[in-house]
């Protein structure tokens, strides 16, 4: 096994790169974490995955959000009820068929959203600039291709599919 630090010898050894893969998101998911801090006795990280896709996607139907999530509606509806109470969401009968939900974020929301995607922005800059250029340029070149892999368009992609949980061909609204 390597040293921390030090690439593994083997690298197309699959489990080698799976442990590295974990490691990194072990990383990611501790970033999002302080990130959320300072909002998170109003949102928690589930809900703030349903404001990103409702600020990448706009006005969306209830039952198409919780098949992004891939929640049912009903789970969908509480915690769309909670962002509703946080003042961050709102929500309004479609006019073209009263029988569906459209939801939207808020100013509040919508803040919410840059002020913790900055946040998270800053900090994954820092450990970044930790780097030498070369290893940055590999990083992305390896990064790309996980994204590749796994289907997620760039980060500033027009429309990305939220967070990876969403399905190319979902309707949209």
């Given at each position: 096994?390597?040293?921390?630090?030090?690439?593994?010898?083997g690298?197309?050894?699959v489990d080698?790169v799976?442990?590295?893969?974990?490691?990194?998101s072990?990383?990611?998911v501790?970033?999002?974490?302080?990130?959320?801090?300072e909002?998170?006795?109003?949102?928690t990280l589930?809900?703030?995955r349903m404001?990103?896709?409702?600020s990448?996607r706009?006005t969306?139907?209830?039952?198409?959000?919780?098949e992004?999530?891939?929640?049912?509606?009903?789970?969908?509806?509480?915690m769309?009820?909670r962002?509703?109470?946080?003042g961050l969401?709102?929500?309004?009968a479609?006019?073209?068929?009263r029988r569906?939900?459209l939801?939207?974020?808020?100013?509040?929301g919508?803040h919410?959203?840059?002020n913790?995607t900055?946040?998270r922005r800053?900090?994954?800059?820092?450990?970044?600039?930790?780097?030498a250029?070369g290893?940055?340029s590999?990083?992305?070149?390896?990064?790309t291709l996980l994204n590749?892999?796994?289907?997620?368009?760039?980060?500033d992609?027009?429309?990305?599919?939220?967070?990876g949980?969403?399905?190319p061909?979902?309707?949209?609204l």
């Amino acid at each position: 096994m390597a040293e921390r630090g030090t690439p593994t010898r083997g690298m197309d050894d699959v489990d080698a790169v799976t442990r590295a893969v974990l490691t990194a998101s072990r990383v990611l998911v501790a970033v999002s974490a302080r990130s959320l801090a300072e909002v998170e006795e109003r949102v928690t990280l589930p809900q703030f995955r349903m404001l990103v896709v409702l600020s990448t996607r706009g006005t969306t139907k209830l039952v198409t959000l919780a098949e992004l999530l891939q929640v049912a509606p009903s789970t969908a509806m509480r915690m769309v009820d909670r962002l509703i109470a946080a003042g961050l969401a709102d929500r309004q009968a479609n006019p073209d068929n009263r029988r569906e939900t459209l939801l939207r974020l808020t100013g509040k929301g919508r803040h919410t959203v840059e002020n913790v995607t900055e946040r998270r922005r800053a900090e994954i800059t820092a450990i970044v600039e930790r780097l030498a250029p070369g290893q940055r340029s590999a990083l992305v070149e390896a990064l790309t291709l996980l994204n590749d892999a796994g289907g997620e368009p760039p980060a500033d992609a027009p429309e990305p599919y939220p967070l990876g949980w969403a399905d190319p061909s979902a309707e949209r609204l």
